[in-house]
């Protein structure tokens, strides 16, 4: 059984985890950005790391 909170969700990018997130913290625009590379999730503190030009594209937020 996992000691992860329930609320966290799975996020992967080309079959691969990309980051373990509260959805509550994300917009589905960011969810989806953070699939595609538009958006990272820098592991251990949760920093989004953003590629402007991507990010830009998708519509959401780069800072």
């Given at each position: 059984?996992?000691?992860?909170?329930?609320?966290?969700?799975?996020v992967?990018?080309?079959?691969?985890?990309?980051?373990?997130?509260?959805p509550?913290?994300?917009?589905?625009a960011e969810?989806?950005?953070i699939?595609?590379?538009?958006?990272?999730?820098?592991e251990?503190d949760g920093?989004?790391?953003?590629?402007?030009?991507?990010?830009?594209?998708?519509?959401?937020?780069?800072?």
């Open positions: 059984m996992s000691s992860r909170s329930p609320t966290v969700s799975d992967h990018r080309l079959g691969r985890r990309e980051a373990l997130i509260e509550s913290d994300y917009s589905m969810v989806v950005a699939m595609t590379g538009a958006l990272s999730v820098r251990g920093t989004v790391v953003a590629d402007t030009d991507a990010a830009q594209a998708a519509g959401v937020s780069a800072g």
